[in-house]
């Protein structure tokens, strides 16, 4: 931990805010003292704050986090301009800008997207600037539900190409059972799935927050998968992790990385719709990982269009794979189980091509 030279550090909203929403200055105040002793040692630093519709709430007169769409968007309409505001403030102190970068998962699905975002953060880290990441919550749509930030954190981390992730939550670590039930213990160190058996998680944030224990452990997975070490603690112990004491939960990399836009196409984007393959076709995709042409598949359902993700399931309907599509729905029920020659003869050139094509598929079971 104290030889990670970048590091993405991110922070739910009940470590940030007041159980009605709002902004807890001291909270803010010692995450940032926390951040700007690290930074002080030449370490990068990305943080991914939460936050935004939490400190929008008390100014709209709304004392919990709402449930529907709009309300949420108009809160971190007004919340994110005041929380990067207090931010700016804080880091002034330790002599630090930061930047504001706002992301969907859209962004960065798409090869020029994703590209931009990844140049946006490195010349902002090569400029000395502290960049603040959060979810576009006031344009989101289902991606608004993102798991508090926590997955946003382990794809960031992997864009960047960080040496370790920190996310900081309102208890300690992972426990084998309830934090506040007696006997549950611990669990300091996570070295693969094995380790995880019989732990007992809740998936419900807080009030104000979305995240919970197990959209903080699907992140660590993310995250250790591509070969990024974790860290998990609470807030409170900011300064103590950053500063490489034993505190918390340390999962170890278990994996290798891979391709950025590959990994952000496997946890970070809804299918829009699904094809359904041939058992020859989910071995070429699956097993040999050629393309899938319009010959493997048998049928086709949602309402997408070409650039969409979309699911590739198998016989038995289950999905094992994910891409991005090169043809509208609308178009593909007249080109399946047909060669490309053979459409490239009638339909012309522009359909002599994959449905989904080996560089824009992941492998989501084997």
């Known amino acids: 931990m104290t030889r990670a030279r970048r590091v993405v550090v991110k922070v739910g909203s009940s470590s940030l805010t007041g159980s009605a929403g709002g902004l807890d200055d001291a909270r803010v105040d010692a995450l940032v003292d926390a951040l700007g002793a690290r930074l002080g040692s030449g370490t990068e630093i990305v943080l991914v704050s939460s936050g935004a519709i939490a400190t929008g709430l008390p100014t709209l007169g709304i004392t919990r986090r709402p449930r529907d769409l709009a309300t949420q968007q108009a809160a971190a309409s007004v919340g994110q301009g005041r929380l990067l505001a207090y931010y700016t403030g804080a880091f002034a102190r330790h002599d630090r800008t930061v930047g504001q970068v706002l992301l969907t998962a859209e962004d960065v699905t798409r090869r020029a997207h994703y590209r931009n975002a990844q140049r946006t953060l490195y010349r902002l880290l090569e400029l000395g600037v502290v960049p603040i990441v959060n979810e576009n919550d006031t344009v989101a749509t ?204 009638e339909l012309g050139p522009a359909y002599e091509r994959e449905v989904v094509h080996r560089d824009d598929l992941v492998i989501l079971r084997h």
């Open 142 to 345: 289902d991606e608004i539900r993102f798991g508090d930030n926590d997955r946003l954190a382990a794809l960031v981390a992997h864009l960047v190409h960080a040496d370790l992730l920190v996310l900081l939550s309102d208890v300690e670590g992972l426990y084998d059972g309830p934090p506040s039930r007696s006997g549950s213990a611990l669990v300091s160190e996570v070295t693969g799935a094995d380790d995880l058996a019989g732990v007992t998680m809740r998936g419900t944030g807080s009030g104000v927050g979305l995240g919970g224990m197990v959209t903080k452990v699907e992140a660590a997975r993310i995250a250790t998968a591509a070969g990024i070490p974790v860290v998990l603690t609470s807030a409170a112990r900011a300064a103590q992790a950053l500063a490489g004491d034993d505190v918390g939960t340390y999962f170890h990399p278990t994996g290798r990385r891979t391709a950025t836009r590959l990994l952000w196409l496997a946890h970070a984007t809804s299918s829009r719709g699904s094809l359904h393959l041939d058992a020859g076709a989910v071995d070429a995709v699956v097993r040999r990982r050629l393309s899938l042409l319009p010959a493997g598949v048998v049928a086709v359902e949602g309402a997408f269009v070409a650039g969409d993700p979309v699911d590739l399931c198998d016989e038995n309907g289950h999905a094992v794979a994910r891409g991005l599509v090169n043809f509208d729905a609308a178009e593909l029920p007249g080109l399946l189980g047909r060669s490309t020659r053979e459409l490239a003869r």
